[in-house]
Each structure stands twice: as structure tokens, then as C-alpha cells.
């Protein structure tokens, strides 16, 4: 089976993690569209490592989740305490720093 | 094209379907609202947007989330190692000690900090 | 299917030796982890900051003696020395060991900053407690007991490790493991700051935020171009293209994302917004830390991907790379003229720098190494790395030491009339800033002398015009905070230089010392940079 329609879904759920990274203004939903980026990225190490016929993709989308999930226990630690400063997870609110 | 028409058609269901239950759940359904049912649902926390100084953030949700991801990420590594174990040998086994050790060491960490407590 | 048949297992070969600097940062770091769990509270600071300044010294002394051990390399005329290791997932060339030298020393003096206590009166800049609300009696409780959080100590040294596994990467993998395990250590130590914390909680999560989008744009990057070629490895990619046996599209998609997540990480423009509010929030000593350490380690990986790896399809990228740079510098230097705060400042001067080396990168000349005296884009890259990182830690040391109640007074106004309340630190801040505007005999001069010949000499010649015009626009304001320091009156009660310990001392006087060296007598560390040779391929 060609691993053309994997890739496309796996590009779609990139697009839309990278939109929703843009668009959303609650920091815990930004996190989530950036996982969800993280993942149409195994989706298409997966396919591609069906399609070139070697395990590298598969080792590598593990990778990824380690990685990833590391990356959840930072992000959450960081924007708990910011929501328990400010009672507000919005990236709108927190504005202290510009020019 | 061909290929896509299967994946076409299911959406069309599935949209025609979702209209139809929410038009249907509207016209049918009885309507008697109390404050739970309006609360938006959050895995069992309080909704976000909270009443200024109103209501306390159960912050150990968050941190038993954290504890369980690392743990449980763990497994990934282990499971792609048992299945191939028989031909790594003894190689193999000291690796896995290594890696547990260093994850090990996080959890020492934890633990000698109280995150395994639950008050 | 054949997909799942497994060959017959091979043990992985490693060098442990080769290896061995990389191996004792990791080692240290998680005995520091050991020693946060079981260590007596009041012992800890001690115990830490020592533990990690003796681990960096051994790993200097190991990557010194694996450097002086390595065997020139079979495939010789390319000027590279050194092999790859780890079952090809690590370069130990002669870049890679350049660059895990001065990171171990940079990170050593920015060790120094951090475990500095004398200017919060007998406790490090770092929170006592970060999980005690701002402002609420639990934090002004853990400052009263002297709590301090210790942990910086292992997380800076996993940062160092995870840059020199990122500079030293020979497969996309391994660079992306490296990039995160620095990454993620960093965007905690920037929320941790004693004063300011809220500004400070801010700048973490900003930066969380846009260095996790760009490490996903990053991964997709790597799942494009592993597609095009079937393989992580840099060597495979560059064979791959070399033969063109994929499909160009994948190529080119992955290369321009790969290309996102790596010049974000040198915040080279458009990618840089996170710059100036991260550099501004964090602690100083880590800013410090980050403008020295992380510049020149996604540096090293940036020129290593791109030229080893993406190295056949430089028609694709090299116009790209000359517009960055184009808008890098131009960013940097002309919004650095509004800013207030030095802090601020110093970010966007960081911007301007990237957008300097970038046109060395652009031009990418390699040349005959060995017999001339030229300098390839590398060895210049690597030596303005170095000039710059020791200007820059001294100089952000300098803003830690001018205060007042509130803590670092980083509002320019405040530094009005520094002169004439310390003429030393005053002056010294003028010595990095003349360095950093690139005047004659300082180090500044010397490293930008160095990019702009290899970009000349690579083709770049526009590049380089553009980017003398914006020195010049830039030297303005590094000019105006002199004339401020020297020839304003302070405003109102003026600043304070608060006496540092000896920590803060020694990092102001060795990056002093360093900006002079270099700027008179470059020779010996151009040389080192010159004996590095090239990526080993």
C-alpha cells in the first residue's frame, strides 16, 4: 500500500497543529497544537520508513515521543506556575515584556 | 482520485450525521439545565477561566501527569528491547541496567523531595 | 515482510575514550541530581558548585587530550581530522572538538556568574523557591531561611552536554536529542529568577513556547528529508543528493524547515522575536550563559548540517541564507538604536552579531586551508564565536554588578554617570561595548575581519557591504551608551556598583582580559581554529 495518503493526513494534522499554535490564546491549548505537530512529524517518519523499507523512522518516532513527553513535564511545570502568579494561562496576558 | 473517495464520502456521513444528532438532540431532547451541566468539561478540573481569588488550582493533578509521563515513557524503550533481547545477551542486559539506573536517579530525586506524597 | 526481518545483532562499537568529555558532563550532571536528593541542604551549594566546576575542568582537560591524541583522518586533503564515532551517530572531528573545548570553558566562567552570592547578600540570583507564589508570605519565608534552589547547577550541565552532543551530531536524530536535552534545561533556568519574577515566569514560557514550535517545524523538517534520502546520517543525505535519487520537492521542504528550527535557535531574523524577551527575563548569569554557549553551539550545528549534509544543494539554499542575513543584521542593528534597557539592548546586539556570522555561513568558502593563510567560513565563524561569547558573558557580568534597591538597574537612564562612581566597571563595560561595535584592537575588530574575508572570498561581496554599513549603524549606539556612562550626569540618586566577590570579578576581568588578547595578538587562537580544520565527513 503506498504510504501517500499517510503522508498527506500527516501533513494536514502539521497545518493544523501550526495554525492552532498561532491562532489559539490559551497556552495549554498552543502546547497541545505543538504536539500534535510533534506527532504528524512520527506519522510521517513511520510512513516513510515503510516507504524507503528501513527501521530508522520507526527507532525514530520513539525518539520523538521520548522527547516529546520530556518536553510536556517541562512545559506543564512552566505554565502552571505562570497560571498560579497570574490565575490566567492566556499568552495574551502575559505582556511585560515588549520594546 | 480514486483512492480519496472512500475518505470523501465517510466525511460526508459523518458531518450529515453530526448535523442530524444535534439538529434532532435540539427539536426532541427535554431541557432542564442545572450548573454542572453548563460547566464546560476538563478532565475533572476546574474549567480555566475562574473567578478572581475564587476557587483552588489542584496543582497535584498536574504533578502526578508529570510523574506518570516520565515513568511511563520508560516503556517505550523497554518494549522494543524485550522483544529482540535473546539476541543482545548479556550486552543488552547491561545497557537496560544503565538506562534504568539513569532514570533511576530522577526518581530518587522525587521522591527525596516529597512528589510521591499525597498529603 | 522484509521490513521486519532483523539482522543479526552487532554490539555498537563506542570509543569510550573519544567520547570521554561528553560522557564525564552527563556523569557529573547526574550526580548532581543524586546529590540534590541526598545531600544536606546547607552542604549542597558547596557540594554543587564545585562538583560541576571540577567536572568541566576534567572535560577540558579530556577533550585537550583526545584532541592531542586524534589521529589525522584517511580521507586527508580535506583538511579534516578526527572520525566519527558511535556507530555514526557522533562527529569527534576537529570542530567538533574545538567546540566542546571553549563551550567547557565558557560555560566554566558562566558557572562562575551563577553561583555568585555576595550581590543578593548571601544568596545566588536564583528563586529561593519556585514554587512559593511571588510576592506571598511562603517566598519572603524561604528567603529568610536561605533556601536556594541548587538545582541550576546540574541543569546548566546538562545544557552543556546537550550543546556539545548538538555541535558534535552526525545524524538528525542524535542532533534533535541534543538540541532538546539543552533546550529544555535552559527554559527552566530562565523562569527561575530571585527578583523579577514574574517578567521572569514570562520569558520562560514564551520561550518554551517558540522553541517547542520550532524544534516540532524542526522534526518535520527531518522526517522530510529522511524521506528524500532513506537515512539519518549526514553522509547518506550528502550522497543522496549528490546522486539525486529522491524527489527534490521532499528535499527542498525538508531543508527549509530544518532551516527554521536551527536559525531560530541563533535567533537570526524573522525567528528571532523570543530574543529580547528571553534575554531580558532570564537571570543574567543565564543569559550570559545562553548568549555564549547556545550561539556557538547552534552555530557549529547549523554550518554542520548545511555543509556536510545539505552541503550538493547549496545553489538551493545559499540565496536564502544571504537574505537572513541581510534582514538579521538590519533587525539587529536598527531596533537596537530605540532601546531602554540594557538588557534589551544586548539582545538585539546578539541579533546583529548572528546576522555577521550568517554572511560568513552565506559566503562558504573553504579555500586550501592548509597551505594559505586564508581562513575557511568555519574557522572564522569559530573564532568570532569565541571573541564574541568572552565580550558578551563579560559584558551581561557587568549589568548583574550596576543596582539599586529593586535589584539589577537595567534601564538605561540608571546608568547615567557610571563613570564617575566606578571608572573600572564603567570602563570595562566600554571595553566589551567597543568590542562589540568592532573598533581596532579589541577582539571585535579581529573576528569581524575574519568573517567578512571569508565571506568576500566566498562571493559574498554584497553581504559584506551591507553588513560594514551596518556596523557603522550599529557602533551608534553602542557609542551612545559610552557617552552616557562617561559624560551624563546621573539621574536622581544614580547608580550603584555593588562589590562582587571574587566570582564576578574573575568572569568580568577573563572576559576583559580575552577581548584585549584577541584583539591584539589573534594568532594563537585563529591558529587552534585554523588546525581545527573541516567537518570530518
Known sequence: MSPTPFLVLSALLFSIGAIGVLVRRNAIVVFMCIELMLNAGNLAFVSFARQVGNLDGQVAAFFVMVVAAAEVVVGLAIIVTIYRTRRSASVDDASLLKY | MNLYLPIVFLG????????????ASSMLGPRRYNRAKLDSYECGIQPTPQPVGGGRFPVKYYITAMMFIVFDIEIIFLYPWAVYFDSMKTFGLIEMVLFIATVFVAYAYVWRRGGLEWE | MTLLAAPAFQAPNLAYGRLS????????????VVVEAFAPRELRYQIQSLLALAGLVVAFISDVLVASSSPFSSSAGTGAFGGIEAQGAIA??????FVWGILLVMTLVSVLLVAERRL????????????????????????????EHTEVFPLVMFAVGGM???ASANDFLTMFVGLEVFSLPLYLLCGLARRRRLISQEAAMKYFLLGAFSSAIFVYGIAMVYGFAGSFTFADVDNAISSRVGADGLLLLGMGLMGVGLLFKVSAAPFHSWTPDVYQGAPTAITAFMSACTKLAAFAALLRVFYVALGGARWDWQPVVWIVAIITMAVGSVIAITQTDIKRLLAYSTIAHTGFLLTAFAGAYQGTIVLTNQVSSLQAVLFYLVAYGFSSIGAFAVVTMVRDSSGEATHLSRWAGLGKESPVVAGAMALFL????????????????AVFTAAWEGGAW????????????????YIRIIVLMFFSDPVGEGPTVV?????????????????????????PVLELARHAGEFVR
Open chain 2, 12 to 23: 460526508i456521513l459523518a458531518a450529515a450525521f453530526a448535523v442530524f444528532s444535534v439538529v
Open chain 3, 21 to 32: 568529555p561528553l560522557l564525564i558532563i552527563f556523569g557529573v550532571a547526574l550526580v548532581g
Open chain 3, 92 to 97: 569527534v572531528d576537529g570542530p567538533a572538538m
Open chain 3, 120 to 147: 543578593e547578600g548571601g544568596l545566588t540570583a536564583f528563586a529561593g523557591q519556585a514554587s512559593a507564589l511571588p510576592g506571598t508570605e511562603a517566598e519572603r519565608e524561604a528567603s529568610a531561611r536561605g533556601i
Open chain 3, 164 to 166: 556539545m552532543l548538538f
Open chain 3, 434 to 449: 567597543l568590542s562589540f561595535a568592532g573598533i581596532p584592537l579589541t577582539s571585535g575588530f579581529t573576528s569581524k575581519w
Open chain 3, 462 to 477: 554584497p553581504l559584506v557591504i551591507v553588513a560594514v554599513v551596518m556596523s557603522l549603524v550599529a557602533a551608534f549606539f
Open chain 3, 499 to 523: 562589590l562582587p566577590s571574587m566570582l564576578t570579578s574573575a568572569v568580568v576581568t577573563v572576559g576583559a582580559a580575552v577581548t584585549i588578547l584577541l584583539g591584539v595578538v589573534p594568532q
